[in-house]
């Protein structure tokens, strides 16, 4: 059965019925609301993962609706229905934070269209981009928001805090989703190297060009680049970057004749850009070029609050690809993981996770199974935290507090979960795969493991 709750805005009874009839027909929770103001009384004393509203209504209109959902609870998805498109209203629409438009009369099958399609990407986003704090509401808000559109988008965060993660969930939700995503880490390599890598050579460029290559923008026409770490490039590289993003054409190294390109820029970096402008280090063309629309990647202490969610994701899937059988983390552990500032983020948070269940005395991640920075770093019980998993304080801290652990033996929580994302696939394994967060031979593994099988017709 598909999971996720729809709220349907309609001022008309007997259309809001036929929307409702339809959803809940599929096994979608389906409640309706005869107006914009009833709607967000419902919406005050419930979560819906989705809005299906009419555009034009007595009252609040369907975009006013839009505006104040949003203002809410940013990822929510609204989908507009409208008997008059106009070229206007869907721009208003788009910049607002629309999801999708549907023009009347909507037929069953696009509407179970768009809603299937709803629930797919919001549950690939939110399994992707874990957290529940508001800072990470209006990430995803951004990229749902962006996403359609074809502007430059600027990621801005500290090292570790998911900036190329971001970039390809905005590609993921982009109308070039069907091209492949193509990336470069500016720091990674010299001028020349980037040159090379970024515009492609010509036969005989220089002595190891044995034949003409295509670079990064060449190969990413009608797709998305993502150029990462953007603040390391030189002045010079800058301007031909610059150049290529001006002219939409680049000369290959060695080459005479220019290359016309339909490429989306997503750039990042985790340096000051005002600061290196300031030095003469960046060039303001350039910057301005690229933060057309900003995104900001919070660092990990700016959202604690997602802490507990981050580990246990991080142990499940290092238990997944270890084999080890890790049940839970203790409370203790999981405030000393709250105390922590994390200067290396989430990445920091995630090598944390894989040590203790790789290294860690299981089924249960204790205190003692915690890096000894995490642990000197933490506030009280200092003490306690600082000593070894054995030593009587820090355990007289575990039976205290408790464990943590989800609910039902972990394999029996996999093996929901895997069978909850394979229905909801359709028995499409590389789409349940996506779904899990896993890898297609990863989950061919689980499923034969489980003895899970496709039942017969």
């Avoid at 010079?236 to 680049?250: G, P």
């Avoid at 005395?361 to 890096?371: K, R, S, T």
């Avoid at 989950?443 to 493991?449: A, D, P, S, T």
């Amino acid at each position: 059965m598909p999971e996720g709750s729809i709220l349907v805005v309609d001022d008309e009874e007997r259309q809001r019925e036929i929307y409702r009839d339809i959803l809940q027909d599929e096994g979608y929770e389906a409640v309706t609301a005869s107006s914009g103001e009833s709607a967000l009384r419902l919406l005050d004393q419930k979560r819906f993962d989705l809005v299906l509203t009419d555009m034009n209504m007595t009252g609040m209109t369907g975009i006013e609706l839009l505006t104040e959902i949003l203002r809410a609870d940013p990822t929510v998805a609204v989908v507009l229905i409208t008997g008059y498109p106009s070229i206007g209203s869907a721009i208003d629409a788009t910049k607002r934070g629309v999801y999708q438009y549907l023009e009347k009369p909507v037929d069953r099958a696009r509407l179970l269209e768009v809603v299937d399609d709803v629930f797919c990407r919001l549950d690939a986003l939110k399994r992707t981009i874990l957290g529940n704090s508001q800072a990470v509401k209006e990430m995803i808000r951004m990229i749902l928001k962006v996403g359609p559109a074809p502007h430059t988008v600027l990621i801005l965060g500290e090292s570790g805090t998911g900036k190329e993660l971001v970039a390809r969930e905005i590609h993921r939700h982009s109308p070039r989703r069907g091209q492949p995503f193509l990336a470069v880490n500016c720091a990674s390599l010299t001028d020349t190297l980037l040159e090379s890598e970024l515009f492609g050579h010509e036969k005989g460029a220089f002595t190891d060009a044995h034949q003409q290559k295509k670079g990064l923008f060449e190969r990413a026409h009608h797709s998305t680049l993502f150029l990462d770490e953007i603040g390391d490039t030189s002045l010079a590289m800058q301007a031909k970057i610059l150049r290529a993003l001006q002219e939409r054409e680049f000369l290959r190294v060695g080459g005479t004749e220019p290359v016309k390109v339909d490429v989306r820029i997503l750039a990042a970096t985790n340096k000051d850009l005002d600061q290196l402008m300031g030095e003469g280090k960046f060039r303001e063309d350039l910057y301005y070029r690229l933060n057309v629309i900003p995104i900001v990647c919070p660092p990990l202490r700016d959202r604690m609050e997602d802490i507990a969610e981050l580990a246990l994701h991080f142990m499940r899937r290092a238990a997944l690809t270890t084999g080890r059988e890790v049940q839970g983390i203790s409370p203790a552990a999981l405030q000393a993981l709250e105390s922590y500032n994390w200067p290396g983020n989430i990445r920091q948070l995630e090598m944390a996770i894989e040590r203790a269940v790789v290294l860690g005395e299981i089924p249960l991640i204790g205190v003692g199974d915690l890096p000894p920075e995490i642990l000197s770093s933490s506030a009280k019980p200092r003490e306690a935290l600082g000593q070894p998993a054995t030593d009587a304080a820090a355990a007289g801290l575990e039976r205290e507090l408790g464990p943590v652990i989800p609910e039902g033996s972990w394999e029996e929580h996999e093996r929901a979960k895997i069978l909850e994302a394979i229905e909801r696939a359709n028995w499409n394994i590389t789409r349940a795969a996506q779904l899990l967060g896993m890898t297609f031979r990863t989950l061919q593994y689980r499923l034969e493991k489980f003895g899970i099988k496709r039942p017969s017709a």
